[in-house]
């Protein structure tokens, strides 16, 4: 398939269907990150950057023999190795031996939630989570600095820069009335993340789809009234620098790095807090790191059309 | 020995596969990155697949249900997700810096940009410096 746009959209697609298998498999938050991540925003990424490159594959000069022959054979060698592994759905796997029985078991009585997969992620993992978030905040910055908007650009652009699809009045009536309830479905998801599938990922990334889509349908220059780039960037920092300080305010009350325990009277009610002040960040690191990788490729693609 | 109970791994391997195959065997660099994304969503699959239990329930605790899945696997890969499309989208940025520098995001026309301007960058060392070395009349011959 030489058309790259049909290729980006099989491969959201392929995105969407393999968050329902994930939904299948008992994995309900990654099915839901899946759909959100893979499906959206990955989708829409790509189909940006396709507005900045060619739109089609050159033919390829090169017999697709070796590498062909290379793929089968790394392939015959993973086959064998699975020849080992335990059974699909063996509940006695050694996968299920070590720590998730403590984390199914004594969850409930240490964090007090009963998304087991929130209180990993936020408590016992704290720490993972944290790396995390800081490789979202770095590959944000890395965009940043790969697709720098000169003050030209911006000047240029500031008369007005009018949306593709503002012609579109369905579209447009459409996204005014489900906007509103995708920003308060990324809230429910990201304070109800504890009892119900969902958290800081999740809401931060459908926050920035209901952001983005107010920017395909009305424009830059008005989404920027609101979300200011310079502040978006900001708070981008904010979210880890405010993941870190619940560390840090663990630390000064005499506990261990984001040891929620001591952040209240007695130790549920601290990992309460702890796991909500925690995901805030996550979420607020993720949905500006996205509004800002849109809003970068949006610039270049201004700059594009003024350079032409 | 029942082999069929291994489906789950070979289902990974097969989509690793055609996620490898599409990195090495494209040149066009958008390809690549779809291709690395298919190779990504193989090994949550593969993590997923090894934290699923039979008979079980999605690991959110309530009174009557009494057997979960591994909720490890899921908080490994949930980050995953969201990191990868930080990265990918990192990778996009370059493409469209490349596309900027060389006017293609095909690996062989790149390619023989480079060579060019290598060649080009030789030539001219050699250039300045021919006036310096009794070399030159060897190559005017």
Not at chain 1, 34 to 59: D, M, N, Q, W, Y
Request: net charge negative; charged share 15%.
């Amino acid at each position: 398939m030489h058309d790259l746009f049909a290729v980006v959209m099989l491969s959201g697609i392929y995105s969407l269907l393999s968050a329902s298998l994930f939904l299948d498999l008992d994995a309900v938050d990654v099915a839901f990150t899946e759909a959100s991540v893979g499906a959206g925003i990955s989708t829409l990424l790509f189909l940006a950057t396709l507005k900045l490159v060619p739109r089609h594959e050159k033919e390829s000069r090169y017999k697709p023999t070796l590498a062909l022959a290379v793929t089968i054979a790394t392939g015959a060698l993973l086959i064998y190795g699975t020849l080992d592994m335990p059974h699909f759905g063996d509940g006695n796997a050694p996968v299920h031996q070590h720590v998730a029985p403590r984390y199914l078991n004594d969850s409930m009585d240490e964090i007090g939630i009963p998304n087991v997969v929130t209180s990993v992620l936020a408590s016992y993992r704290g720490y993972d989570t944290l790396g995390e978030t800081l490789v979202i905040f770095t590959a944000g910055i890395g965009v940043m600095s790969l697709l720098l908007v000169s003050q030209r650009t911006k000047d240029q652009a500031r008369k007005k820069v009018p949306a593709d699809m503002q012609q579109q009045v369905i579209l447009r009536v459409v996204a005014k009335m489900m906007i509103p309830l995708i920003l308060i479905f990324a809230l429910y998801v990201q304070f109800h993340g504890d009892y119900s599938p969902g958290g800081g990922f999740q809401a931060g990334v459908i926050f920035a789809a209901g952001i983005i889509l107010y920017t395909m349908l009305f424009g830059l220059s008005l989404t920027q009234k609101v979300f200011n780039s310079k502040i978006v960037e900001l708070f981008t920092a904010l979210g880890v620098l405010l993941y870190g300080g619940v560390g840090v305010a663990c630390l000064i009350l005499g506990g261990n790095f984001l040891d929620y325990d001591v952040l209240r009277h007695d130790a549920v009610h601290g990992q309460h807090l702890g796991i909500l002040l925690v995901e805030l960040g996550v979420g607020i690191t993720v949905a500006s790191v996205m509004i800002t990788l849109f809003f970068k490729f949006t610039w270049r693609t201004v700059k594009h059309k003024y350079n032409q | 020995m029942n082999i069929i109970g291994l489906y789950n791994y070979w289902i990974v391997v097969v989509l690793m596969l055609i996620g490898f195959y599409i990195v090495i065997a494209h040149e066009n660099l958008i390809k690549k990155l779809v291709g690395l994304n298919i190779f990504q969503t193989s090994v949550f699959f593969l993590y997923i697949s090894m934290g699923k239990v039979s008979g079980a329930t999605a690991p959110i605790l309530d009174e009557n249900y009494q057997l979960y899945s591994n909720p490890l696997p899921h908080v490994l890969i949930l980050t995953a997700i969201v990191v990868g499309i930080a990265t990918t989208s990192l990778g996009l940025s370059l493409v469209v810096r490349i596309y900027e520098a060389y006017g293609s995001i095909e690996e062989s026309d790149i390619q023989v940009q480079d060579t060019h301007d290598q060649l080009e960058c030789q030539l001219e060392a050699y250039g300045s410096r021919r006036n310096y070395t009794f070399l030159d009349q060897e190559t005017e011959e």
